[in-house]
């Protein structure tokens, strides 16, 4: 008998030989071909949106460098805008940490790029929040207390970022990318996040109603659009977390 190996038998064929040329002819079917090609295409798929969304992540984080810096040079010592450029650093952080985080091959720096993350959005939140309530009523100052009572919260989070299994329990490497097992203390900083976010809202919302001319029309600006882009970062980076999607 001639095997498709090209080999011949002596004309019996043990157990596992008759296996082996089972699994030949079955690589070489139809359906074995295209669930193979399917498989394949998958890959590509996965690899080509991967690539994209690297790319919108290295664009975004270099137009919040520039954006910061642009708003840093024309602060003119105004606290609002300062606040500004805090959040716009604070997402170029975020948005570098997500990149690294996503293609980094060190576990370690997977971990640190994890936490790098967390503790900018959390910066991201007291500094809108901040912003919202000088920009509401156009304050350039306010009492140094007050300042550090609203960006407290921050060292809170960086202290138990360095707790294992508050904020982050495991990163695990899965075939379609990292997951992080996250902690019992991400609940409590989802409530920092949306608290202050709302919170923000409403001075903006308050400061609109009794405003008047541009003032007003600035206000209404600026609460629609952080209205609409928050809303879309708290569900996809902070409730589709909690519920286990990334």
């Not at 207390?145 to 138990?160: A, T």
């Not at 707790?163 to 899965?174: E, H, L, T």
């Not at 400061?207 to 708290?234: E, R």
Request: net charge positive; with cysteine; charged share 10%.
């Amino acid at each position: 008998t001639c095997l498709p190996t090209g080999r011949r038998s002596s004309g019996i064929l043990s157990h596992r030989q008759a296996l082996n040329i089972h699994r030949q002819i079955v690589a070489y079917t139809p359906v074995s071909y295209a669930v193979g090609y399917g498989h394949l295409s998958m890959n590509i798929n996965i690899i080509f949106m991967d690539n994209i969304i690297n790319t919108a992540l290295l664009v975004g984080f270099v137009g919040y460098v520039l954006l910061g810096f642009f708003l840093i040079r024309a602060s003119k010592q105004k606290a609002p805008v300062y606040l500004l450029a805090a959040i716009s650093v604070s997402s170029a952080f975020w948005t570098l940490g997500t990149l690294l985080f996503r293609i980094t091959p060190s576990l370690s720096s997977i971990w640190f790029y994890n936490k790098e993350v967390i503790f900018a959005a959390g910066i991201i939140a007291s500094s809108f929040f901040q912003f919202a309530i000088f920009f509401s009523v156009q304050k350039n100052k306010s009492p140094l207390w007050q300042s550090l009572l609203i960006h407290s919260p921050n060292l809170i989070i960086f202290y138990f970022l360095q707790v294992p299994n508050v904020f982050i329990k495991d990163i695990v490497i899965q075939s379609w990318g990292r997951e992080s097992i996250l902690g019992y203390g991400y609940l409590y900083y989802g409530f920092y996040i949306v608290g202050y976010f709302v919170a923000g809202l409403l001075f903006l919302l308050r400061g609109s109603l009794k405003a008047m001319g541009s003032l007003k029309i600035q206000l209404q600006y600026v609460l629609l659009a952080t209205c609409i882009t928050g809303c879309i970062d708290i569900y996809f980076n902070l409730i589709l977390t909690l519920l286990g999607n990334y």
